[in-house]
């Protein structure tokens, strides 16, 4: 690291210790407009909560119930709901009464989820997914209120009621279906290592005894206690913190998804990507369980989104360093409509 690049470390350092500040997550705003800040109100005010069940609930029809594709998801309405005109009774209507999308982001995994360390605002692929979402529900920018998550936290702020969504590279399974519903498919992912350029690792097999880092709550981890190597797990709440130990000697690698490792090379030219990809990982936008049309409401802006152009826009303006870039995910979606 150069002494001019310092300043800027810092400071990114000091945003995201702020946004994480307290246990497990906070919240902050994202430039919100005074009709989607938090209000005051009585129950007479408001409709009815719509809150999510409680953990262990059943699956709801097109969900984990057999999970025959883990990558298929519930199909968007024929007519998607008209901006700021969601259907009197369902949780979508919920979220309009209220002024604002709460929506869980990553605060330290840029290309996908960063805080900016100028203007302290969230930004990143997954960011400009969740304002996508916000607009097509209120029909204007501004009316998404961000949270910043670890990955540990991802499916408890959703089985709390915490956020509406969450849009934090989430790879999709059988297991995850089980406690909360998904999306389709957004980005397509593979798992590898990052080391750095004195290392005579190759890949992950020749990391055998030794401390590789990742992220709690996240599948590489399953992957690296399943490797034949036998590498020693080191897990730490969030993927920003694995660079630093590796930067410090305390771990002789890094694994989690390729584009957010590519992303910690940019940052640090000592260190560089090695090995075959480890795993597959789909991606997806997670919602609570019982709110079957907010689900089926993404899937339709995640159809527009990828029909578009707009997905191929956001890879060429997070990800402009992919070569060849990745192709757009095809949908696909369970059966019964």
Not at 83 to 98: D, K, S
Not at 310 to 333: D, N, S
């Amino acid at each position: 690291m150069t002494p001019m690049m310092l300043p800027r470390v810092i400071a990114v350092a000091v945003a995201v210790l702020l946004a994480l500040a307290g246990a497990g997550c906070a919240t902050v705003d994202a430039g919100l407009p005074a009709q989607a800040r938090p209000l005051v109100t009585t129950a007479a005010a408001s409709p009815p909560a719509t809150g999510a069940p409680a953990p262990g609930a059943p699956a709801p029809a097109g969900g984990a119930a057999g999970c025959d594709d883990p990558q298929a998801s519930l199909r968007p309405p024929p007519v998607p709901p008209a901006p700021g005109a969601m259907p009197a009774g369902t949780f979508l209507a919920t979220i309009q009464h209220r002024g604002y999308l709460r929506a869980a982001v990553l605060a330290d995994v840029p290309p996908f989820g960063s805080i900016n360390a100028f203007t302290g605002q969230f930004e990143g692929f997954d960011v400009d997914l969740a304002n996508r979402i916000g607009r097509a529900i209120f029909g204007a920018d501004g009316h998404v209120r961000f949270r910043a998550t670890t990955y540990a936290e991802r499916i408890p702020v959703l089985q709390r009621g915490d956020v509406d969504i969450v849009v934090a590279t989430m790879t999709t399974n059988c297991e995850r279906r089980r406690q909360i519903d998904f999306s389709t498919v957004y980005w397509y992912e593979t798992q590898r290592v990052l080391v750095p350029l004195d290392s005579p690792a190759r890949g992950l097999d020749d990391l055998g005894g030794q401390p590789v880092c990742t992220a709690a709550g996240t599948t590489t981890v399953d992957t690296l206690r399943r490797a034949p190597s036998h590498p020693l797990v080191r897990t730490v709440p969030n993927i920003a913190d694995c660079l630093v130990l590796l930067q410090s000697g305390q771990v002789a690698g890094i694994t989690t998804t390729s584009a957010v490792l590519a992303g910690m090379a940019a940052q640090d030219p000592r260190v560089h990507l090695v090995g075959p990809g480890l795993s597959n990982e789909p991606d997806a936008i997670g919602v609570a369980r019982g709110h079957p049309e907010l689900t089926r409401f993404v899937n339709g802006v995640l159809a527009d989104v990828l029909r578009d152009g707009t997905w191929a826009a956001l890879v060429r303006h997070w990800l402009p360093a992919l070569r060849p870039p990745p192709a757009v995910p095809v949908p696909r979606y369970t059966d019964g409509g």
